[in-house]
């Protein structure tokens, strides 16, 4: 009971079409693996942008009130000196 050559060239295109069935089934994983990679890699940076864009808005929001401090400042310091000249003009005045 000898294995004869018809019953080998099956087993082999049984074998062959195993591999090119394994073959596409691996390509075909393997390219949705890299598309699920691509978009994990996409969302990814938009979180990195999201980050930077909302520390960029706290940022300005802590230079909108420095700025608005600062402008408190000046207006008090144009009212003091404003002040301090009718002082001086007025010791000149007495002086003169």
Request: proline fraction near 0%.
């Amino acid at each position: 009971m000898g294995v004869s050559t018809l019953d080998w060239s099956i087993f082999f295109s049984g074998v062959g079409s195993v591999g090119v069935i394994s073959a596409i089934w691996l390509g075909w994983s393997g390219r949705a693996g890299s598309r699920l990679g691509a978009k994990a890699v996409l969302q990814t940076d938009m979180e990195y942008i999201k980050r930077g864009v909302d520390e960029i808005r706290v940022d300005q929001k802590y230079q909108a009130k420095q700025l608005a401090d600062l402008s408190g400042h000046v207006i008090r310091v144009e009212e003091m000196a404003k002040s301090a000249h009718k002082r001086i003009d007025r010791l000149e005045e007495r002086e003169g």
